[in-house]
């Protein structure tokens, strides 16, 4: 009997495909026996055909005895024409790994909401008895902004039904270099809950630095690279991760299982220290998102502005690109901030769905004169009518380059949008004007064009 027949007679009715992988063919189905849509996930041939069938069930068994909110239940398995299968939730929102790739890196307060919420089904896992061994964005489904990990017991499942937990079946690694602990690479049968804490860190560390701690020309190049040092701290990657989540991260990428967080908690918890943390931005930038955030919040209001009823809205189709500041003391670097500014408003002025001014032509006469402080800012809002605001500032750095920091705000909200940045000057101004020019618009497009 066919695996769809097999299936069909289980009530499944096998629909089209969804997503597949290395290992794996997902497949969205009717589940008409009990009214819902589901999906069905095949092993291919290549992995399944060397999988003892009882162990595997007996392990996906195993994992479908997890209930809870951040972990995607297991409703079936088996087995039909030499191939292993397992039913579960069709989601119908988008894995880590689509959003990643299409937003790069994370506002920090998601990733470590998406994180907690990971490390909260890890706990409950790890507390059965249950190791994932293949955490990673492909695996993390981001379903009504919540996060749910799927595949739990798969990989292990996979390497118990091969020789006693070895690292490959058939040349298939069971997890994935970018993201396995060193022990797991190793080929270790016996890794614990300190194996995915490492592979969990590794995530932390893409959603905000926007690519893995580690990375290689091949899966053993990728491997092998762990094993060189530590990874570049996410505080050097990102000037707004706070240090407390920098180094909560880098202790959960240790090379020594010994050297990680004994539990996944206290990594959950260090990362959560972090919640009332201001980003480490020059006191400016902040002054000003601060002061968006009061002025658009009804707290405290411009000259002129009514003082009854709700405020009218601002387009947040329309963006006012702010003068950067200048932070570094030093006057020759001026220009600097004017050609950016040039730069991004240039690009942004192609997204055909956006309207774009500067400050430049458009701040008004009580505005002039003043830094890009939160008075500028408020003021530039107020007189353009725009709904969101590019700004920024830029200043020497910890080795002497010149680093840049832009912020999109929403000025409805005062909420800070997107943080990008640092980028410093090494190269050229042109090379910093275009990759800053690009990231802004690319932003842009996500949040505000096509929201």
Known sequence: MSLREHLASRGILLGDEVGHGATAVVYRAEDRRHGRTVAVKVFTPGSGGELAEDRFLREIQLAAGLQHPHILPVYDSGAADG??????????????????????????????????????????????????????????????????????????????????????????????????????????????????????????????????????????????????GPPVPLSRRRSDVPAEVSAAVQKALALDPAERFARVEEFAAALGASRATAPRRPRSRVLAVVAVTLAFAGVTLLPGRPQAGAPERLDPRRVAVATLSNETGERRFAPLGDQVEAWITDRVSRLRELEVVTSATTVPARARGVSDGPERLQALAEETRAGTLVTGSYYRGEKGAVEFHIDIVDANSGELLRAIGPVDDTGSADRVSDQLSRDVAGALDTLVARP
Request: charge should be negative; aromatic fraction near 6%.
């Open 83 to 228: 191939a292993l299968f397992y039913v579960m939730p069709y989601v119908g929102g988008e894995s880590l790994r689509a959003r990643l790739a299409r937003e790069g890196r994370l506002p920090v307060q998601v990733a470590l909401g998406i994180a907690r919420e990971v490390a909260d089904a890890l706990a409950f896992a790890h507390a059965h008895g249950v190791v994932h061994r293949d955490i990673k964005p492909e695996n993390i489904l981001l379903d009504g902004g919540h996060a749910v990990v799927t595949d739990f017991g798969v990989a292990l499942a996979v390497g118990h039904a091969g020789d006693n937990g070895r690292l490959t079946i058939g040349g298939l690694v069971v997890g994935s270099p970018a993201y396995m602990s060193p022990e797991q690479a190793s080929g270790d049968p016996a890794v614990d809950g300190r194996s995915d804490i490492y592979s969990l860190g590794c995530v932390v560390y893409e959603m905000l630095a926007g690519e893995p701690p580690f990375s290689g020309m091949s899966p053993r190049g990728i491997v092998a690279s762990r094993f060189l």
